[in-house]
């Protein structure tokens, strides 16, 4: 998972400041911040439930969205069930239009990847996520630092999770956003993402899924993709060699497992990292229209094939065409942890330098890739 850094935003870029640190803030900062219901169609009843034809964000969230069965809030006195059911209807697409205010700003600092499963998106297809969904966690609806990107199967798969009872009773609303950012691995606020939460390449053998034992051999090639289908086929270099009994091996060898059915899975490390997988489905392939695995592992192939090339150079110049013709294809389709994994595997852990200088080319990439054109916002403190 890549670890990213978000900036709050300025006033101009996104207009409702939100803070989630405590709970007297938090109500603070939306007491503050009035909702505009002027050129509202259903202004007037809103002036009815609320008294008040402005009311504070505070009184909209916590008074009409945090209320089950909608039932009205209790300063709407003898208003018709009918109008208020009218009211949170319309109010909840007014929000809606609002809080998208986001993109923009999210989009400049952390580009156009799903922040979970790292594919690249139309800024059309990218959707701006409540890590917090508005639904159970109405107080955290425009808060800045409840807001990630997502695609549309990342988001439809994490659906109104994590829910309350996922993090256990908490005293208030700014506890269960603390319970939330410490439950889970969020790339927002571990820098230790990519490390807890790795891609590794596995292929399915008679005993399951098994990882593969030499990914950075030349001979691991992909054969075939079929997409129609979500697989992928390859020849996979696997450990070999005389089984004596249950668990022993003599004469360990390398072996080339033809055309067997591959995959790059996200290997979690901490509980945070696990809790993630589960919640996002990550490693969850049985919905017919998820391509997030299958474009995985497609990417992977292609990555090794780059990477590969660029290894193969041995003067300045041809490395620097190499390298110009494989940063040209680092942002689509994505993928920034793929990226990572592949030039760690091929250069030897950290021994790989660019040729006729002491530069190590993985710090020449993660030099790189923080600029708009690749991936912006990437927080590279604990890559390898």
């Not at 911040?33 to 916590?62: H, K, Q, R």
């Not at 107080?139 to 256990?168: E, H, I, Q």
């Not at 129609?228 to 668990?247: E, H, I, M, Q, Y």
């Amino acid at each position: 998972m890549r670890p990213v850094t978000k900036r709050t935003p300025t006033a101009q870029e996104y207009p409702y400041p939100v803070d989630v640190s405590s709970q007297p803030l938090l109500n603070a900062s939306l007491n503050a911040l009035a909702m505009d219901f002027s050129n509202f169609m259903l202004a007037p009843e809103i002036e009815d439930i609320w008294g008040s034809a402005s009311p504070t964000a505070l009184e909209v969230l916590n008074g009409l969205l945090l209320l089950a069965d909608d039932a009205p809030p209790a300063a709407a006195g003898a208003v018709a069930p009918d109008a208020v059911k009218a009211v949170k209807k319309s109010l909840t697409d007014k929000l809606n239009t609002w809080y998208i205010a986001a993109r923009r700003p999210l989009e400049e600092q952390i580009g156009r990847f799903c922040s979970y499963c790292e594919r690249y998106e139309g800024s059309a297809e990218l959707q701006v996520e409540h890590i917090c969904p508005k639904s159970a966690f109405p107080l955290f609806y425009f808060a800045w630092d409840n807001f990630l990107f997502s695609c549309g199967m990342c988001n439809t798969l994490k659906g109104t999770r994590p829910t309350r009872a996922d993090v256990g009773a908490q005293a208030d609303e700014a506890g269960y956003f603390a319970a939330v950012k410490q439950t889970y691995l969020w790339p927002q606020w571990s820098n230790t993402a990519y490390r807890d939460l790795r891609p590794v390449l596995e292929h399915r053998s008679a005993a399951g899924w098994r990882r593969v034992a030499f990914p950075e051999d030349p001979r691991n090639r992909m054969i075939e993709p079929h997409q129609a289908s979500r697989t992928v086929t390859a020849d996979a270099v696997v450990l070999g060699g005389t089984v004596l009994g249950p668990g022993l091996r003599l004469n360990f060898t390398k072996v080339v497992e033809q055309r067997v059915p591959v995959r790059v899975t996200f290997e979690p490390t901490t509980d945070e990292a696990r809790e993630i997988v589960d919640l996002m489905h990550l490693n969850d392939d049985s919905d017919a229209t998820d391509l997030r695995m299958f474009e995985r592992t497609e990417c992977w192939y292609h990555v090794m094939e780059r990477v590969r090339d660029l290894r193969n150079q041995t003067t300045a110049a041809d490395f620097r065409r190499s390298w110009d013709l494989m940063m040209g294809t680092v942002k689509q389709p994505g993928f920034y942890s793929v990226w990572v994994a592949v030039i760690e595997l091929l250069g030897r852990g950290r021994t790989w330098q660019v040729p006729g200088t002491a530069t190590l080319v993985m710090d020449l990439f993660l030099e790189k890739i923080n600029d708009q054109a690749f991936f912006p916002g990437t927080n590279t403190a604990n890559t390898p």
